[in-house]
Nanobody, 122 residues
């Protein structure tokens, strides 16, 4: 079991940057692939990025590729999502999630944080 707590959301102008953090509890953090998802009002939750257990591999949605960077610090049980060149369409609640497999599918993630709001103004 792992508990996840996101932080770092806020209001930023288009073109700006934010760094989201996801702190995990428990000793098994390194056993999980960590992902980020987002959900805008009236839309389904969508995959943003994931990072493998050791952090050696990352995968991004096309919509954020080249602008977002995902990293993890297994010593401190934390995952970071650096978001640059933000656009108004990036506005959403961002969720951190954990799974035991490499996947982009929402329902295959076992544990979820409560979410953090990101708002990008034009």
């Amino acid at each position: 079991q792992v508990q996840l707590v996101e932080s770092g959301g806020g209001l930023v102008q288009a073109g700006g940057s934010l760094r989201l953090s996801c702190a995990a509890s428990g000793r098994t953090f390194r056993s999980y692939v960590m992902g980020w998802f987002r959900q805008a009002p009236g839309k389904e939750r969508e995959f943003v990025a994931h990072i493998t257990w050791s952090g050696s591999r990352t995968f991004y949605a096309d919509s954020v590729k080249g602008r977002f960077t995902l990293s993890r610090d297994n010593a401190n049980n934390t995952v970071y999502l650096q978001m640059n060149s933000l656009k108004p369409e990036d506005t959403a609640v961002y969720y951190c999630a954990a799974t035991s497999r490499i996947t982009t599918v929402v329902r295959e993630y076992e544990f979820w944080g409560q979410g953090t709001q990101v708002t990008v103004s034009s």
